[in-house]
């Protein structure tokens, strides 16, 4: 079975930084694309980042791009990072990182459909 562990959020003020990561398992991690999602109350799921390792590609929102950045370790723990700079009040949400069974390539709008295996949020809250 897929298994993704999410964490590493927590308080931050506007203007700092946060990296969250996520464990993976039980997959061929080379294989599969994994994303960060975010979500706001009452707004619908966001694509924030996604790392194929299939192809290579990356994959960032317009409203990171620049600040954020998506890496991988299969080296050592089979882990995905988000290194979160610059933070804004609009990025407070619960951050998730999930993957399809199977999922090889990055999409960058959320459906629903596409994402079979979540890990746990992690809360993010950018104070201004």
């Known amino acids: 079975d897929v298994q993704l562990q999410a964490y590493g959020g927590g308080l931050v003020q506007a203007g700092g930084s946060l990296r969250l990561s996520c464990a993976v398992s039980?997959?061929?991690?080379?294989?599969?694309?994994i994303s960060w999602i975010r979500q706001v109350p009452g707004k619908e799921r966001e694509v924030v980042s996604c790392?194929?390792?299939?192809?290579?590609?990356?994959?960032y929102a317009d409203s990171v791009k620049g600040r954020f950045t998506i890496s991988s370790d299969s080296n050592t723990e089979n882990e995905v990072f988000l290194q979160m700079n610059s933070l804004k009040p609009e990025d407070t949400a619960v951050y998730y990182c999930?993957?399809?069974?199977?999922?090889?390539?990055?999409?960058?709008?959320?459906?629903?459909?596409?994402?079979?295996?979540w890990g746990q949020g992690t809360l993010v809250t950018v104070s201004s």
């Open positions: 999930a993957t399809g069974d199977p999922m090889y390539y990055c999409v960058g709008s959320f459906d629903e459909r596409d994402f079979n295996s």
């Open positions: 790392t194929s390792k299939s192809d290579g590609s990356t994959y």
């Open positions: 039980g997959i061929t991690f080379d294989d599969y694309a």
